[in-house]
């Protein structure tokens, strides 16, 4: 059985003048690889901080802790950042438990029963709106927020624009696939798509029920691919042939096909009439 290669240690060396150079296995590597390999050891606690750090290096680490502390306080769902005002507003609907010491809404449960309270991350959303309507504090707070629903009658509370928006995405490149399956590129784009996608989708249910006040919620399963850096959304229609106004006609609350997968692709919507 052949022996497996050990990791060949970083060697970080500071001359007189200033200059940092990298070695590794006894050889002299590029200053930009032993850069990006420093920055992955530190980042990996794989090695112990050097004390003769250089002021862009000091910088680096600066950027990383604060990313870090930042990224330790950012409440997410199911590791997707979410506003903190979501989980606020939370913790105002379930006070019995001190929820806000668990950062991931996924993993709040109900004390009584041990279940998610948020099987999905379109329930933050329902309990919220749903809160609106009987909390006036709740209300008032959305409203000067500005979370709250559009003219159009969809939901703005949970926003994926929102989130795709944020820092975190800014060297991401974005792909959406749009209902008739053509390709949408680019961050601008892809928001812009969403945004008519959401409410050309809102205004067929709207025709298919008859009534000018219906509420949607998207609950969105983008692909985040934090390796390579891409954000991919698919919401490609899974049967042309079966349109809105028959799925609102067989069943009510969701646009699911027959086969129970969702009638576009990554996103399951669902409906409710004011």
């Known amino acids: 059985m052949a022996k497996r290669k050990s990791s060949k240690p970083l060697k970080r060396v500071v001359a007189k003048s200033g200059q940092v150079y990298y070695f590794k296995g006894g050889k002299r ?12 050891a530190i980042s990996q606690n794989k090695i112990p901080l050097p004390q003769n750090l250089t002021p862009q290096e000091e910088l ?7 990313a870090k ?21 939370m913790q105002k609907l379930f006070p019995s438990v001190d929820f806000l010491k668990t950062m991931d809404l996924s993993k709040w449960k109900d004390p009584k029963t041990g279940k998610p309270i948020f099987p999905r991350y379109s329930d ?4 919220i709106d749903n809160a609106s309507r009987t909390d006036s504090e709740i209300f008032k707070l959305l409203t000067e927020m500005g979370y709250f629903k559009d003219k159009e009658g969809r939901t703005a ?13 800014d060297k991401f490149k974005f792909i959406l696939i749009d209902a008739q399956g053509d390709e949408v590129r680019g961050r601008v784009a892809v928001c812009t798509a969403i945004r008519d996608f959401e409410v050309d989708v809102t205004s067929e249910i709207k025709d298919a029920l008859g009534f000018n006040v219906v509420k949607t919620y998207f609950d969105y399963s983008p692909n985040y691919d934090f390796k390579n850096k891409i954000f991919k959304l698919d919401l490609q229609d899974q049967d042309p042939d079966i349109t ?31």
Do not use: H, M, W
């Open 60 to 66: 680096y680490l600066k950027r990383s802790q604060s």
């Open 157 to 169: 509370l949970i926003d994926i624009c929102e989130i795709i928006q944020q820092k975190e995405y």
């Open 69 to 89: 502390k930042a990224a330790a306080n950012t409440y997410k769902y199911q590791g997707r950042p979410i506003p903190r005002i979501y989980a606020v507003l």
């Open 124 to 127: 933050i959303q329902k309990n």
């Open 29 to 40: 590597i590029a200053t930009k690889k032993g850069e990006k390999l420093l920055k992955k």
């Open 244 to 274: 809105i106004a028959d799925i609102t006609q067989t069943q009510t609350g969701q646009l699911i096909l027959p086969n129970k997968s969702n009638k576009f692709k990554n996103v399951l919507i669902t409906y409710s009439v004011s």
